[in-house]
């Protein structure tokens, strides 16, 4: 966008990373839904198309904000007129520097987990966001067992209703359908595909696309495709390498059967993971997918910032940090303007793509002098993903975010096929969630938008029998 924008100017892109994340196939689904891939991507191809970029591949050492320099890892530095850090967040690790605790959230990680698990009998996996509902469905010939802190799986997108539809898709058999890798990998070396190093956990890539599990060839060592185990509402409390869980003189459990309680483990494992509720399981890793943190630190020290409570940076409603001429875009950022009442800021790559070409509008229209207004995508929380390979929206206060007790829930579900839940207050639509093919979508986006009186439907705005579609068109 700034590229296109200031031709004459240059304009650097320092990033850690020897590729570059692009945005493909993009489908706008409706007003604020949209739908695309993420794909990595050689940074020579961005400077091929915009001849005034120029990329620069190190790590960012310091920030001089009074000086407007950076300085990175390579020694160089750079004087900028105008800077927007997008550096995005790390994933945060139960216990750091653990060898047997993967955190997962670049592609780097995917692979090494990968990795892993082609050895692997049993994993623990721990959290209860996106990436960790994603891994538990498409791991297959591995036991699994899932702790997660709240009652019920993908708190952070949907209720216990929604977790309650979902669940039998884990117990099913999978159909084994070959997917074509869609993630082109490119090395440092070039085009011929040398061992990569794995990557330190200190060392960021870019974040995970939304179909980042595609052509990963998640299996584990035994036949059977899900075995997955969940123990809720507890958290880690202490990881035991093998030898200090033999001088502990405690029992370990076998995975649970449906019918009865676990076992004492016969099996000497490489490393146990004690849980909050007293059991004990030994496995062979444990991933870490507990969410994320700003990736902030390169740039705090020497610069006075004003952080937001989530570690992030603040940014006013023209993603304008605290300091003059640096903006914030992404995972990095905290929205700190006054939100519409039916958004909210969640990092992911929807609200990260919307972030970075408004911030790249805020930067262009200071530069000129002009101004310029909210951008569309802030009205209405909206985003589009699979789970457990339905298609899930979810829209607005979907979860009755910040609603407290006065709010009502309307729900319709056929098993097997759709779950549609709309969050209501004072008659008005506030939020809903739809999962599977229910061609709702646009028209509960715009009834949310506008703030309709729907009272008078009562419990008919969910009759499956009523096309509402009509109603509101």
Same mark, same amino acid.
């Given at each position: 966008?700034?590229?296109?924008?200031?031709?004459?100017?240059?304009?650097?892109?320092?990033?850690?990373?020897?590729? #570059?994340?692009?945005?493909?196939?993009?489908?706008?689904?409706?007003?604020?839904?949209?739908?695309? =891939?993420?794909?990595?991507?050689?940074?020579?191809?961005?400077?091929?198309?915009?001849?005034?970029?120029?990329? #620069?591949?190190?790590? @960012?050492?310091?920030?001089?904000?009074?000086?407007?320099?950076?300085?990175?890892?390579?020694?160089?530095?750079?004087?900028?007129?105008?800077?927007?850090?997008?550096?995005?967040?790390?994933?945060?690790?139960? &216990?750091?520097?653990?060898?047997?605790?993967?955190?997962?959230?670049?592609?780097?990680?995917?692979?090494?987990?990968?990795?892993? $698990?082609?050895?692997?009998?049993?994993?623990? !996996?721990?959290?209860?966001?996106? #990436?960790?509902?994603?891994?538990?469905?498409?791991?297959?010939?591995?036991?699994?067992?899932?702790?997660?802190?709240?009652?019920?799986?993908?708190?952070?997108?949907?209720?216990?209703?929604?977790? *309650? &539809?979902?669940? +039998?898709?884990?117990?099913?058999?999978?159909?084994?359908?070959?997917?074509?890798?869609?993630?082109?990998?490119?090395?440092?070396?070039?085009?011929?595909?040398?061992?990569?190093?794995?990557?330190?956990?200190?060392?960021?890539?870019?974040?995970?696309? +939304?179909?980042?599990?595609?052509?990963?060839?998640?299996?584990?060592?035994?036949?059977?495709?899900?075995?997955?185990?969940?123990?809720?509402?507890?958290?880690?409390?202490?990881?035991?390498?093998?030898?200090?869980?033999?001088?502990?003189?405690?029992?370990?459990?076998?995975?649970?059967?449906?019918?009865?309680?676990?076992?004492?483990?016969?099996?000497?494992?490489?490393?146990?993971?004690?849980?909050?509720?007293?059991? #004990?399981?030994?496995? =062979? &890793?444990?991933?870490?997918?507990?969410?994320?943190?700003?990736?902030?630190?390169?740039?705090?020290?020497?610069?006075?910032?004003?952080?937001?409570?989530?570690?992030?940076?603040?940014?006013?409603?023209?993603?304008?940090?605290?300091?003059?001429?640096?903006?914030?875009?992404?995972?990095?950022?905290?929205?700190?303007?006054?939100?519409?009442? !039916? /958004?909210?800021?969640?990092?992911?790559?929807?609200?990260?793509?919307?972030?970075? /070409?408004?911030?790249?509008?805020?930067?262009?229209?200071?530069?000129?002098? *002009?101004?310029?207004?909210?951008?569309?995508?802030?009205? $209405?929380?909206?985003?589009?993903?699979?789970?457990?390979?339905?298609?899930?929206? @979810?829209?607005?206060?979907?979860?009755?975010?910040? $609603?407290?007790? =006065?709010?009502?829930?309307?729900?319709?579900?056929?098993?097997?096929?759709?779950?549609?839940?709309?969050?209501?207050?004072?008659?008005?639509?506030?939020?809903?969630?739809?999962?599977?093919?229910?061609?709702?979508? *646009?028209?509960? *986006?715009?009834?949310?938008?506008?703030?309709?009186?729907?009272?008078?439907?009562?419990? =008919?705005?969910?009759?499956?029998?009523?096309?509402?579609?009509?109603?509101?068109?």
């Amino acid at each position: 966008k700034l590229a296109m924008e200031f031709p004459s100017e240059d304009i650097f892109l320092i990033t850690a990373s020897p590729v #570059i994340k692009a945005v493909t196939n993009f489908k706008q689904v409706s007003k604020t839904l949209e739908e695309f =891939d993420v794909e990595e991507q050689p940074s020579s191809l961005l400077e091929k198309r915009y001849p005034n970029i120029k990329v #620069i591949q190190s790590g @960012v050492k310091q920030l001089k904000s009074d000086e407007h320099k950076i300085f990175t890892e390579d020694g160089e530095e750079y004087t900028y007129e105008k800077l927007c850090l997008c550096a995005g967040a790390k994933p945060k690790l139960i &216990f750091e520097g653990n060898p047997y605790v993967l955190g997962i959230r670049d592609t780097d990680s995917a692979q090494a987990f990968q990795k892993n $698990l082609a050895q692997s009998e049993r994993i623990v !996996v721990v959290g209860n966001g996106g #990436i960790a509902l994603e891994l538990v469905y498409e791991i297959q010939g591995c036991e699994v067992i899932w702790a997660i802190k709240d009652k019920a799986i993908g708190n952070t997108f949907f209720d216990a209703g929604a977790a *309650e &539809f979902l669940i +039998p898709k884990l117990t099913a058999e999978k159909q084994e359908t070959p997917i074509e890798c869609k993630r082109t990998k490119y090395t440092m070396e070039g085009s011929e595909e040398k061992e990569r190093p794995t990557a330190a956990p200190d060392k960021l890539g870019g974040a995970l696309g +939304p179909d980042w599990h595609e052509g990963l060839y998640l299996k584990g060592t035994k036949e059977f495709s899900h075995k997955v185990h969940i123990e809720i509402l507890c958290e880690v409390k202490k990881i035991h390498l093998q030898q200090e869980f033999i001088q502990l003189q405690r029992t370990s459990l076998t995975f649970p059967k449906e019918e009865k309680n676990a076992e004492p483990d016969e099996v000497l494992w490489p490393v146990y993971v004690e849980l909050t509720n007293g059991k #004990i399981y030994g496995c =062979d &890793f444990i991933v870490s997918a507990t969410g994320v943190v700003p990736n902030v630190k390169p740039f705090l020290d020497g610069n006075n910032f004003a952080v937001g409570e989530d570690g992030g940076l603040k940014v006013d409603k023209h993603m304008h940090t605290s300091l003059p001429d640096i903006y914030a875009a992404g995972d990095i950022c905290t929205a700190s303007w006054e939100p519409s009442p !039916v /958004w909210h800021q969640m990092r992911l790559w929807t609200q990260a793509r919307q972030m970075g /070409w408004y911030a790249a509008k805020c930067m262009v229209a200071d530069t000129l002098g *002009e101004s310029i207004d909210m951008d569309f995508s802030f009205e $209405l929380f909206a985003h589009v993903t699979k789970f457990f390979n339905y298609k899930v929206v @979810v829209l607005g206060k979907y979860n009755a975010q910040g $609603l407290g007790l =006065d709010h009502e829930l309307m729900l319709r579900c056929t098993k097997g096929q759709e779950y549609v839940k709309v969050v209501m207050q004072n008659g008005r639509m506030m939020g809903a969630v739809l999962i599977g093919e229910t061609d709702l979508e *646009e028209t509960f *986006e715009n009834l949310i938008l506008n703030q309709m009186d729907l009272s008078a439907y009562g419990e =008919d705005l969910l009759n499956p029998d009523i096309d509402i579609e009509d109603y509101f068109d």
